[in-house]
């Protein structure tokens, strides 16, 4: 395995820029997710780190080898794609076997690696079989057992999920990291969903407009999003945001027309009077007898816990509480918010503010 370093990378068709300035760093065995809304750019730098598409400015490194003008065939890498990319007159085991074949291995060889990874991700019974008679989350797996027999220092993944029904992409997320932990791989993964982002990944980068909004470990990057792109982006349901204005002190924070306020402590001197958005997640509102008035709109159980939007003197909340509760439309109940928990973010640049 290898590290693989991204330094100013950038990509241009023409004059219409789609990266500017990728810069990350991804250690020896890292499983590393690019993760971001359609059309961020993530599918298109994980292509160039494969070969497939030019890089327009900036490096790209795997081990101590600057990798822009090789062809893929040398990047000794293994990408497994969203549509599985299996030959259909091939069984399991060919398609497993072909580019060993292609590369001249001896068939000893073949036969072991093929063995091997098929014994990893529980194929043996299926090594005959063709892929039109495999399952979603079968064929899946012969993608990734392709990859394993080259013994790559590298693996990609591009949105290899997305296809399979719910249920399934739970139960293959949890195969791919149990699979990245035995093999000790360096993975660089791409998807759209933040909740594969949040459970698989060491490391995430996120993505918006061709550039890195934000990387860090998972919980990093939800405890203390950079900007309100992130602090939305990252976390189901996502972080409520509310306009607000500082007190002239910076020791209130005001978030509807009506003065419904938020007392803070310690907040610093720059912030008194500043306009801002005020951010808290569902799960930081608690019901509170004391607290600030809400009507609720809608329920939404999911038996382990419940979902409430509610609207404050006509901003709209969501609420997550860890329990059963039963609130019908219209019904008046006070929430809390954690003080521990509130981001505060720049009103005009989105960016982080210190409390």
Do not use: W
Not at 103 to 113: C, H, L, Q, V
Request: proline letters at 4%; aromatic letters at 4%.
């Amino acid at each position: 395995m290898a590290a693989v370093t991204l330094s100013h990378v950038g990509k241009s068709y023409g004059a219409v820029g789609v990266l500017h300035g990728v810069s990350v760093d991804i250690a020896d065995g890292e499983f590393v997710i690019l993760v971001g809304q359609s059309g961020c750019g993530k599918s298109t730098l994980l292509r160039m780190i494969a070969g497939l598409e030019s890089v327009t400015s900036g490096d790209i490194s795997i081990g101590d080898r600057v990798i822009n003008d090789l062809p893929p065939k040398d990047r000794d890498i293994a990408m497994v794609f969203q549509n599985y990319a299996l030959y259909p007159h091939m069984t399991v085991r060919k398609n497993m076997e072909f580019g060993l074949k292609l590369r001249g291995t001896p068939r000893a060889e073949i036969n072991e690696k093929v063995a091997h990874a098929s014994a990893i991700l529980g194929l043996e019974s299926l090594m005959e079989r063709l892929p039109r008679e495999l399952s979603g989350g079968q064929r899946q797996r012969v993608a990734m057992g392709r990859a394993i027999v080259r013994d790559p220092q590298v693996f990609l993944f591009d949105e290899p999920l997305s296809n399979l029904d719910a249920k399934l992409r739970v139960h293959m997320r949890t195969e791919i990291k149990a699979l990245h932990q035995r093999l000790g791989a360096t993975v660089i993964y791409v998807t759209h969903d933040q909740i594969e982002a949040m459970t698989m990944a060491d490391k995430i980068v996120v993505m918006h407009d061709g550039r890195i909004a934000q990387q860090g470990a998972p919980l990093d990057i939800y405890d203390r999003p950079a900007n309100l792109f992130v602090a939305q982006f990252i976390g189901s349901p996502s972080m409520n945001i509310l306009d607000g204005q500082f007190a002239g002190d910076g020791s209130a924070v005001f978030i509807t027309d009506k003065g419904v306020h938020i007392l803070l402590a310690n907040v610093p001197a720059e912030n008194a009077g500043r306009p801002a958005k005020i951010g808290i997640r569902p799960e930081h509102i608690m019901l509170n007898d004391s607290g600030i008035a809400a009507r609720v709109i809608v329920t939404e159980p999911t038996g382990s816990e419940t979902q409430l939007t509610l609207d404050v003197d006509g901003h709209e909340l969501v609420v997550l509480i860890r329990d059963r509760v039963d609130y019908k439309p219209n019904d008046v109940l006070k929430i809390g918010l954690a003080q521990n928990h509130i981001h505060a973010f720049d009103a005009d640049s989105g960016s982080r503010l210190t409390l």
